[in-house]
């Protein structure tokens, strides 16, 4: 059974401390999402990339958010700084099919004090 | 550009109800529909989708059908149960070839015994 998995499932950290989760994306799939889900905001996407190359960061803020695909079978989030409105669940999902349905995985829920 | 509209939630019926969670969409084309559910804590799940008009998509007990005439893909369902808690996405795929979905800002439904 092909599953999106992320490491790791809860983080607590202080403000400042640097944060990397990470997601192993369904084997095969050549396109992988970084979404955050907050109360507030609903779910955003943050970005996405396409065969290992960034197609889109624009709904992440640059100056503390990075997102890289080193191999085709990891991709990760750093947060660096961190901050307490940081705190959120981040979801990663994949797709590779005809019809971009995506699969998502369990997400990283993300305390910041 | 291209969105989703989902009805303002939170919608509690009781168990054995009918349930209607209304979706509209805006589209320059022919979009594939999805509706994915998120159950308390966990990542969000494809239910049903459906590629072209006229298409019924169905899964669980769940039906929506893709009407291009009125631009919606409402999701029903018969008799719901407490288990079918949970919060409700409708979301629409990019026409660009980028895989990107753009989610309804969710519903959710709460059954009671």
């Known amino acids: 059974d092909a599953r999106v998995t992320q490491t790791p499932r809860d983080k607590v950290t202080e403000m400042g401390q640097e944060v990397t989760m990470r997601c192993q994306p369904i084997?095969?799939?050549?396109?992988v999402f970084w979404y955050r889900q907050t109360m507030m905001q609903g779910l955003e996407l943050l970005a996405y990339?396409?065969?290992?190359?960034?197609?889109?960061d624009s709904g992440m803020p640059k100056d503390r958010f990075s997102a890289e695909m080193p191999d085709a079978t990891l991709a990760t989030l750093k947060i660096q700084p961190s901050e307490p409105r940081d705190s959120a669940v981040y979801f990663c999902?994949?797709?590779?099919?005809?019809?971009?349905?995506?699969?998502f995985g369990p997400g990283t829920r993300l305390t910041v004090l | 550009g291209d969105s989703v509209t989902q009805m303002e939630g939170p919608v509690t019926l009781s168990e054995e109800a009918f349930l209607t969670i209304n979706c509209t969409y805006t589209a320059t084309g022919y979009p594939s529909l999805f509706w994915y559910v998120q159950y308390p804590g966990e990542g969000l799940q494809l239910l049903l989708k459906?590629?072209?008009?006229?298409d019924k998509g169905s899964n669980k007990g769940f039906e929506a059908t893709y009407r291009k005439e009125t631009t919606s893909f409402h999701l029903e369902k018969g008799s719901v149960q407490v288990s079918d808690s949970a919060v409700y996405f409708c979301?629409?795929?990019?026409?660009?070839?980028?895989?990107?979905?753009?989610f309804g800002q969710g519903t959710t439904l709460q059954v009671k015994p």
């Open positions: 990339f396409r065969n290992r190359a960034p197609l889109d």
């Open positions: 999902a994949s797709t590779g099919t005809l019809y971009n349905e995506q699969f």
């Open positions: 084997l095969g799939h050549n396109t």
């Open positions: 979301a629409l795929s990019d026409l660009s070839d980028t895989g990107k979905l753009i």
């Open positions: 459906a590629t072209k008009a006229d």
